[in-house]
């Protein structure tokens, strides 16, 4: 009982001094944290996990770190590694990762990430294991017109998209899935069989589309306007090095009455595709860059 008398008494008489000390040590082991961190390192290996992820190279304009431990890439451009004169895949305004101190605690390799390109915004969280990295995020109001993967094709393609995705990429290939919806879209320049058609407006695009190494599987998107209606199946292939990329699409719809006085040349020349329901379909294939379009 004595002892811990005495014990209360110190603990009394010294109890700034003690509080001051551990302040003390909880200040000096931030800074030196902030000081002996890692910071170009972790910066290369960021960079580096991305390309080697993706199969690109990356260039940024500017980079700069975020307190308490993050980075803030600016003008980041993803290029096709090995491909003639290297053409850009992606540009990205803006890219942030923040690694939560929790994270680091618990050695747990998550870390929130956010971007800003092509006039939308991307959040998600990214898990980096060496033999498993999961990407998770949801997306808005990207404009795709800005695309660069998008203005090599032969069809112009304009709205809005908003959606979500889970992608695992194992041993360099990227596998997951991908839920889009498009407000407010068009298609045009659209050729068919020789014909140019009008634009097409599109006030609602959505559904899936499954992602395995190069190809994308779309699971039925769906469609539709005021005069028509339909969807899209298929796989899209893309360019990869020295591998060509390929489409092998189907097209189903059908349209309504101003649309068949507008499209009554073409309608005829695809006429023995339409079902009992009333659908035509168009098959899409070949090189992305100049497509077969035909029934």
């Not at 990356?58 to 590694?81: H, Q, Y």
Request: glycine share 8%; aromatic share 8%; with cysteine.
């Amino acid at each position: 009982m004595k002892s811990l008398s005495l014990i209360r008494q110190f603990l009394r008489r010294n109890i700034k001094a003690i509080i001051g000390y551990i302040l003390f040590c909880i200040a000096a082991f931030v800074l030196f944290f902030i000081i002996l961190f890692p910071r170009e390192e972790i910066r290369e290996r960021i960079i580096y996990e991305i390309e080697k992820s993706t199969s690109t190279e990356i260039r940024t304009a500017s980079d700069k770190w975020l307190f308490p431990v993050g980075l803030k890439f600016t003008g980041m451009e993803l290029r096709n590694r090995g491909a003639i004169n290297n053409p850009i895949l992606a540009r990205i305004d803006r890219f942030e990762i923040d690694i939560p101190f929790g994270s680091i605690a618990s050695f747990s390799p998550v870390s929130n990430i956010a971007a800003a390109l092509y006039g939308g915004t991307v959040n998600g969280t990214l898990t980096m294991r060496s033999d498993n990295r999961i990407l998770k995020a949801d997306w808005a109001n990207i404009d795709v017109t800005r695309i660069e993967r998008l203005k090599s094709v032969p069809v112009t393609i304009e709205g809005k998209v908003s959606g979500d995705l889970v992608i695992r990429l194992a041993a360099n290939k990227p596998e997951g899935q991908i839920r889009i919806l498009v407000k407010d879209g068009k298609f045009g320049k659209l050729k068919v069989m020789g014909f140019t058609l009008p634009d097409i407006p599109l006030d609602e695009l959505n559904g899936t589309v499954d992602i395995k190494g190069n190809t994308l599987s779309l699971k039925e998107l769906r469609f539709k306007n005021s005069d028509i209606k339909g969807s899209i199946k298929g796989d899209i292939k893309l360019a990869s090095g020295s591998e060509p990329g390929n489409l092998d699409l189907a097209i189903r719809f059908s349209v309504g009455e101003k649309m068949k006085v507008q499209y009554q040349g073409i309608l005829s020349f695809i006429s023995q595709t339409k079902d009992r329901e009333g659908y035509y379909t168009l098959h899409i294939k070949g090189d992305p860059g100049k497509p077969s379009i035909g029934i």
